[in-house]
Structures are given as C-alpha cells and as structure tokens.
C-alpha cells in the first residue's frame, strides 16, 4: 500500500529556515519522479520542486530558485525539502507526490507558516 508521510512544517520568521520530509512507503521512492508542492489559501495547488528518478535531476518552480532544495535519502526512502530565506508568499500546506501506473498519490500535508 503506497503512502506518503509529511513532517517538518511549522511557524518560522520570514529569513528563517525548515526542512520537510516524506517518508514513503509500499514502494521504493528512489524509482519514482517525486514532487513538492504547496497549496496556499485561495490559491491554487502549485509543484515547488521536483526529483526525477535514477539521476535524481533537480526542477523548481522560478519562485523558490536559490532558496529550496529537493533531495533524496534512499536509506531512509524519504524525500526532503529544505527551504531557506523563507518569504511570508512560501506559507502554504506543502504536500508529497507521486505518480505510479497513471494514479497520483499524496500525504495529508504540513503547513508552513512564515510571519514575524
């Protein structure tokens, strides 16, 4: 059974730092593309940050360019983001993806507020 775990959210101050991860299980995250992405209020749900599988190339979303990172920890089979200098425009519920036989699955998000 395919699932995906979020953790990591929380408030911060704008400048700040947090590290998201997904914690995968029921299949091996490191053959599949897996993806952040964030939906904030009103807004629509929007892909951050994306790792492909095999080589693990890296895409993001223009927004986040410098400040996220997406990596893999194949041990773990969790997928993490760390985002950096963190703008009150990042706050939103982030949520873990992942595409397998035509059929996305997600976790249940964790929100990430950025305000002083």
């Known amino acids: 059974q395919v699932q995906l775990v979020e953790s990591g959210g929380g408030l911060v101050q704008p400048g700040g730092s947090l590290r998201l991860s997904c914690a995968a299980s029921g299949f091996a995250s490191r053959l599949y593309t897996m993806n952040w992405y964030r939906q904030a209020p009103g807004k629509e749900r929007e892909v951050v940050a994306t790792?492909?599988?095999?080589?693990?190339?890296?895409n993001y979303t223009d927004s986040v360019k410098g400040r996220f990172t997406i990596s893999r920890d194949n041990a773990k089979n969790t997928v993490n983001l760390q985002m950096n200098s963190l703008k009150p425009e990042d706050t939103a519920m982030y949520y873990c993806?992942?595409?397998?036989?035509?059929?996305?699955?997600w976790g249940q998000g964790t929100q990430v507020t950025v305000s002083s």
């Open positions: 790792i492909t599988a095999g080589i693990s190339n890296t």
């Open positions: 993806n992942t595409r397998r036989v035509g059929i996305d699955y």
